[in-house]
Nanobody, 121 residues
Framework: QVQLVESGGGLVQAGGSLRLSCTAS????????MAWYRQAPGKQRELVAQ???????NYADSVKGRFTISNDNAKNTVYLQMNSLKPEDTAVYYC???????????????WGQGTQVTVSS
């Protein structure tokens, strides 16, 4: 009933920038949290950044000052602007959202399919 579709990944040189987008579609009554996670080969998935419906944001220490999360509530879209990229930022980036559908009284957790970000040195 709800889908998250990501875009914007790719290959970039160290020091470069990329912007990821994630749009939620389907039966959406309320979005409580939208977030970006990443998973590098052989590592656990980790939270990169999140934003709440109240406007608060939270970042992993490793990306503070370089990445910015923002959202467009009217479009049910969250963005991740990534600047000063480093080779260690290479990972599959996943969009995550806690969404309440119409007719439900609780939020479900949804994930996108992931988009590859590769930063060359």
């Amino acid at each position: 009933q709800v889908q998250l579709v990501e875009s914007g990944g790719g290959l970039v040189q160290a020091g470069g920038s990329l912007r990821l987008s994630c749009t939620a579609s389907g039966s959406i009554f309320n979005i409580k949290i939208m977030a970006w996670y990443r998973q590098a080969p052989g590592k656990q998935r980790e939270l990169v950044a999140q934003t709440t419906s109240g406007g608060s944001t939270n970042y992993a220490d490793s990306v503070k000052g370089r990445f910015t999360i923002s959202n467009d509530n009217a479009k049910n879209t969250v963005y991740l602007q990534m600047n000063s990229l480093k080779p260690e930022d290479t990972a599959v980036y996943y969009c995550n959202a806690e969404i309440m559908s119409y007719g439900l009284g609780y939020h479900n957790d949804y994930w996108g399919q992931g988009t590859q970000v590769t930063v060359s040195s």
